[in-house]
């Protein structure tokens, strides 16, 4: 007589298994970092092509400025094959489990691979044109500003944004992995009972000042650009603006401030109603929900950019000089790094609030 054993589903949900979503995002992040891995080996091969350090003419504010071809170039194909490698290790249903100092190590190398794609590689030149996108787009018809785009959109930055995008997807593929490890749910994280700082009510009261850091800064730069750009020598001298109004520099900064401050409003929304629910005035969306991905996806972009323009800012000592020994010119550019990360914090807890429950692990 057989005998039928009952299953405890509540333990069976307890570790969910991962989904086909997060396996995909895995593959496509082995896919482009070994892709990307090729080309460095390319590039280290045949000697020609590498686009970064003194190969990039835009690349003076970039971390990689001083590092030569026949050291970036090997020095890239190791860590992105070596990344490719561990995507995969680490991705669908046959992924390792490790434990103890080797699974820290793996760890520890996809966290400092995903640092080098989203931290190094991107420059001032990323959060630059970021900026400038709205002026740029919105003027081609009308044939302003007078630019080259050929030259603007390099091969170097294409490179740059590829970088962003594949660091994002290995961080998402080593987040997973670290999850599941940690005998928690591989989308959310979460583990039965678990709460501490990722619970609502904690994100909420963390967030709030992270918001207000991120929101702060962007207007401190604004208020000086826009002050040169109505004629107020705010922190220069009165030759330096005459030279910025002059070569029309002064409308480029005064284009930043203005994106600055539609971010610094935007980003408290991360705080109010009208970041949870549309406006009344929104005509069509009036009262509905805001997808979360509608602010997360942007807001973790902005805030990437903006941390690795500010540590490209850092590594560039003559290029502080050549700002000028105005405290008032550089401050608010110093604190780029602080501003992107109270941006990803405020982002994180922005989600952390708003997520409810998981659909995979309930």
């Known amino acids: 007589m057989s005998r039928t054993v009952p299953i405890d589903r509540t333990a069976a949900r307890a570790v969910p298994q991962p989904q ?6 895995g593959y496509l992040a082995a896919g482009a970092t070994a892709f990307f891995g090729s080309l460095a080996l390319l590039w280290t091969v045949t000697g020609h092509g590498y686009p970064f350090g003194t190969a990039d003419p835009d690349g003076s504010g970039s971390l990689l400025w001083r590092v030569p071809a026949w050291v970036g170039a090997p020095t890239f194909a190791v860590l992105l094959l070596g990344a490719a490698v561990t995507a995969l290790a680490i991705t669908g249903p046959h992924a390792v489990r490790l434990r103890g100092a080797p699974r820290l190590a793996l760890l520890g190398y996809g966290w400092l691979a995903v640092a080098g794609l989203l931290l190094v590689v991107p420059d001032v030149q990323v959060l630059t044109y970021l900026g400038y996108a709205p002026m740029l787009i919105g003027g081609l018809p009308f ?3 007078p630019v080259d785009y050929a030259e603007l959109f390099t091969l170097a930055l294409g490179y740059k944004v590829f970088s962003v995008a594949t660091g994002l997807l290995l961080a998402r593929a080593v987040l997973t992995w670290q999850f599941r490890t940690a005998e928690a749910c591989g989308r959310c994280g979460r583990r039965p009972g678990d709460a501490g700082w990722t619970s609502a009510k904690s994100a909420a009261r963390w967030g709030r000042p992270a918001v207000w850091v991120a929101a702060v800064i962007p207007v401190l730069y ?25 070569t029309g520099l002064v409308w480029a900064g005064a284009g930043l401030a203005t994106f600055g401050l539609v971010g610094a409003v935007l980003t408290l929304g991360l705080v109010q109603r009208w970041g949870e629910r549309f406006p009344r005035w929104m005509i069509g969306l009036a ?26 800012l850092y590594g560039q000592p ?3 000089d050549e700002l000028g020994g105005s405290t008032l010119m550089v401050i608010p550019m110093l604190l780029w790094p602080v501003w992107g990360i109270a941006l990803g914090a405020a982002t994180l807890a922005y989600h952390l609030r708003r997520r409810g429950a998981c659909d995979h692990c309930a």
């Open 318 to 320: 003559e290029l502080l």
């Open 222 to 246: 604004a208020v000086v650009r826009l002050a040169w750009a109505a004629g107020i020598p705010l922190g220069i001298t009165d030759g330096f603006l005459r030279e910025m109004h002059r």
């Open 287 to 312: 009262g509905r929900r805001v997808p979360i991905k509608l602010a997360v996806v942007p807001a973790t972009g902005v805030a990437v950019a903006i941390t690795a323009a500010g540590l490209a």
């Open 20 to 25: 086909p979503h997060s396996h995909r995002i």
């Open 143 to 145: 044939g302003w500003p």
